[in-house]
Every structure is written in structure tokens, then in C-alpha cells.
């Protein structure tokens, strides 16, 4: 699809920021042409596309102060990126805002074993963090399913999970301390190497807002040892609703297991075409069950989990005997999103989370959504913590099926809000449900929101039209008025 042409105000502009930024960086770190603009306008929301003003790559934390300096002082508006595989549309342009990419902040630039932590740039992805403390027998445990892509810096702007959050955490939990800077070009850094700071908790404030407060450019991490023993079972069920009990019933019998998550049949198909992992065909659905620590309380643990789930009524079961079995059975999990993308031309993943106990209810109301709104949908999710991730199987080449599949996605995160539960467990907000927070905040919780983003961001210029309904100017907050509706960005061009 051919995008319309920007408006003469907005070739203005980015002519004149185009000369003062080329005389501060080298001619590869600013991007201004079609052709390369398209490598960033989208991320793993694909739906949505929209090429920035200027793609700008800064070197350091000196080059980005000043960028963004120049950006508030002629009133452009930014949005940082790192990998782009925000499943949100977290870092989905504007036309008229740069993108600031910060995919040469990838040195990590300290290991300090004796206190547990590395420090990294944010543009180093997850996955090395582990790799380089591996030798020494430690990792770094949020691992989301990109993890081989996704970088540090976005993992704290959205507040990232992964399989093994259950016990673990979440980025919130894991994280010591970071860099970033105002969109003044203000440099701030908080906490640090130990474990507790006083005062406010800004680390917390800063971990999953979406790059609305600044730009993160170093995070400082805990790192923990490798369990000196980890073991999985795969456990089958002939319906997805004695799976979902089973969850709730490990939880309430006080075992709290390193990843517990559930695939249902279709996504077991797809991934054991994909990549064997040894997953039995038979089965509606599938938990994997991970118990790590001493080896005495894991073997003893996982024959707990046993005796639970042939009590509710499994039809498979099969324990790891070994480490390459143990990953055998992850490396399905970790391949869904890309196996079932074999299957159908788009999907839609979104995110809610909900109260383990009303799990077989929400996956039977799912069932029923499905047939009401004519598309599949398959699951494939952190069981353990209530986090879904229901995959929305559509075509965009059929006139309204994509129309189709996000109203099908906003009946599935109301449900999700209307049984106890949040919009998202880790995706975040971004566009794709931005429309949807008046049903789960009043205008008076929104107001107390955005008044936080005017302390750091007065003019609301960092990644505008994400999260927020609609946003005002600091002094008209009294008068927010939030609209509920469909999903998000209905101005820009969908493929």
C-alpha cells in the first residue's frame, strides 16, 4: 500500500531538523530516505505501519542527550526503539517524530559477580545477558519467548515476563538500577548495584512506561546462580478446562514451580511440526512444568505434580530424565509465536491476565467468542501466573477480517478485566489497547496517570498516542474525558 505524502508543515520540519542533526552525526546514523524509513515503521504489531519523520541512530549517551535536546527545543515529537518487538505497537511511529534507534547501545559494560549483577546498555538483548555469565554458572532469569532478539531496554519499558516470572519475576523484580535521559537531554540515573534505594520508588515508576517518562539507556540487573538441579514434565488433558484446573490446583497446594505454561492442540501441532520437541499429538492441551532447586525437593515436587494432575484427570505424563530432554520440551514453547506463523497468513497475540482459579471459564468463554466472531484462536500461555496470550488467526488480505479480529481482541481483554483480571501482563498498553483503559480506570485514576507523565514530559512529546485514550495538556487534566471504543489508530493505512 502506497502511503500518502506528508504535509507540506511536516516536510518543513524535517528539513530543518535534517541540517542541524547532520551537523552533529555521521551521515550512517540518520536515516531520512523511503526506503530505509520501511525498516522501522512497525513493530511486531504489523498491522499497523507508518513511517517516521527521521530515523536517527546515536553512538552514546552524549550523541542522544544532544539529539533529543535539539528535538525539545524545536518542539518535534520522539519515540525510542530498541528491537522493535513490541506485540503492543509500543514503538510504532508518527510522521511527525523521530525515531531515536538505539540498536548500537549494545555493550555490556560491567559483571560484578560478587554482588549479583550486570550492567548493560539497552540495546543488548536478554538472551546475552545470560550468555555472558554463563561460564561462571549464573543467568538472568525474565526470558521472554523473543528473548534472542528483544533488548534489555525494551524489557524494562514494557515490564517483560517470560516462562520462568512464576517464581522468579518479572523485570520489576529483577532490575537494580538504570540510566535514561529527558527528552531535555537531561541525563538521570537511579538506583544502582544495591538492592534498595530511599525515597520513591522511581525504578518502579520507570519499569513499563512504555518510553512515555524518557529514554533508557543502561540497566543494571540481578543476576542469580544456575538451580543446581531443574526437571519438566509434560502433561496431557483431553480438555483445556481440566488443564486449567490442574494449574490452579499445583498453586493451592503451595508448589510454586520455575515456568508452568499451556499450549492447547492446535498450537501443540504447529510447534511439533515445527520443531520436535516430542510433544504427544493426542492431547486438546498441554502444561509444561518446570521445578527447579536441590534435586531431592525437585524430584520430590514433581511427583506431587504428578499424583495432581493423574488426579484431575491427565492422559499423558512424561518427566525429563535429562538436560537435553528438559530443553527439548522448552524449545516448543519458545517457537510457538513463529510456528503457528507458518500456519496462518496474520495472528493476532494479545495479553491479559486474569486470576488463576477463573482460568476453565475464561478459556470456555474464549471457546464461544471464537464461534461468535468467526476466527480461531489458540492458546498459548504462562499459566502459572494467569498471563494469556490468545493468538488471533486472521487473514488481512479478507476485506474485514482484521476489523474482525481486533473486536474479537477487545471482547477477549474485557473478559479478562470483567473476571478480576488486568489488560496486560506484559505486552503493555502501546496502541493496541490503548482505547480499552476506561475499562479497567475511571477518568480520575487516567487524570493521576498522565499527571506523572507531566512531571517528566510536560509537553507530552515522548512516544505520543500510546497508552492514553486521550491526552491533554497538563493544566487541562481536569477536564480528561476518557471514550471507550475499538482499537487503536484508526487513522493510519492497515496491511
Aim: hydrophobic share 45%; aromatic share 6%.
Amino acid at each position: 500500500m502506497q502511503m500518502p505524502a506528508p504535509e507540506p508543515a511536516i516536510l518543513a520540519q524535517r528539513a530543518a531538523l535534517l541540517a542541524e542533526l547532520r551537523t552533529l552525526l555521521a551521515d550512517d546514523q540518520v536515516i531520512a530516505d523511503s526506503a530505509g524509513l520501511r525498516a522501522y515503521d512497525s513493530d511486531a504489531l504489523t498491522a499497523y505501519r507508518q513511517p517516521p519523520l527521521l530515523a536517527v541512530l546515536p553512538n552514546d549517551v552524549a550523541q542522544l542527550s544532544r539529539v533529543l535536546a535539539i528535538c525539545h527545543r524545536r518542539n518535534v515529537k520522539v519515540v525510542a526503539r530498541g528491537a522493535g518487538t513490541s506485540l503492543s505497537g509500543g514503538a510504532l511511529p508518527l510522521a511527525d517524530a523521530v525515531l531515536i534507534g538505539l540498536g548500537r547501545f549494545n555493550r555490556i559494560l560491567d559483571i560484578d559477580y560478587d554482588n549479583r549483577c550486570i550492567t548493560a546498555q539497552s540495546g543488548v538483548t536478554n538472551l546475552a545477558l545470560s550468555e555472558a555469565v554463563a561460564e561462571r554458572g549464573f543467568y538472568y532469569a525474565p526470558d521472554p519467548s523473543s528473548q534472542i532478539a528483544c533488548t534489555i531496554g525494551g524489557n524494562v519499558a514494557e515490564n517483560s515476563g517470560g516462562v520462568h516470572c512464576l517464581k522468579y519475576g518479572m523485570t520489576t523484580n529483577n532490575l537494580l538500577g538504570l540510566e535514561m535521559v529527558l527528552l531535555d537531554g537531561t541525563q538521570v540515573r537511579l538506583g544502582g548495584k544495591h538492592q534498595d534505594a530511599e525515597g520513591y520508588d522511581l525504578l518502579g515508576l520507570l519499569t513499563g512506561s512504555e518510553g512515555l517518562l524518557g529514554v533508557i539507556t543502561e540497566v543494571t540487573a540481578r543476576i542469580l546462580p544456575r538451580p543446581e538441579t531443574a526437571r519438566a514434565a509434560l502433561l496431557g488433558f483431553a480438555d483445556n478446562e481440566d488443564a486449567g484446573r490442574v494449574v490452579a490446583a499445583i498453586i493451592a497446594a503451595g508448589i510454586v514451580p520455575a515456568g508452568l505454561e499451556m499450549m492447547d492442540r492446535f498450537i501443540v501441532a504447529a510447534t511439533e511440526a515445527f520443531c520436535q520437541p516430542g510433544y504427544p499429538l493426542e492431547v486438546e492441551a498441554l502444561l509444561i512444568v518446570e521445578l527447579d532447586g536441590p534435586a531431592a525437593e525437585v524430584d520430590h515436587l514433581l511427583g506431587r505434580v504428578v499424583e495432581i494432575a493423574r488426579a484431575q484427570g491427565a492422559v499423558s505424563v512424561r518427566v525429563s530424565e535429562s538436560e537435553a530432554e528438559r530443553l527439548a520440551f522448552w524449545s516448543g514453547r519458545k517457537a510457538a509465536f513463529p510456528a503457528v506463523g507458518r500456519l496462518s497468513p496474520d495472528y493476532l497475540c494479545m495479553d491479559g491476565t486474569i486470576p488463576r482459579k477463573r482460568l476453565p471459564e475464561v478459556l470456555r468463554r474464549m471457546a464461544e467468542l471464537s464461534r461468535e466472531f468467526g476466527l480461531r484462536v489458540t492458546n498459548v500461555f504462562h499459566a502459572g501466573d494467569g498471563n494469556l496470550h490468545p493468538l488471533i488467526l486472521y487473514d488481512a488480505n479478507v476485506p474485514g477480517e482484521l476489523e474482525r479480529a481486533e473486536a474479537f481482541g477487545a471482547a477477549i481483554l474485557r473478559l479478562c478485566v470483567a473476571v478480576g483480571g488486568v489488560l496486560t501482563g506484559e505486552h503493555g498498553v502501546g496502541v493496541e489497547k490503548r482505547d480499552l483503559m476506561g475499562t479497567m480506570f475511571d477518568e480520575q485514576d487516567l487524570a493521576q496517570q498522565q499527571r506523572v507523565k507531566c512531571a517528566f514530559d510536560p509537553q507530552g512529546r515522548l512516544n505520543p498516542g500510546k497508552v492514553f485514550p486521550q491526552l491533554h495538556r497538563c493544566a487541562e487534566l481536569g477536564r480528561l474525558h476518557v471514550h471507550g471504543g475499538r482499537l487503536p489508530f484508526p487513522d493510519l493505512p492497515r496491511f
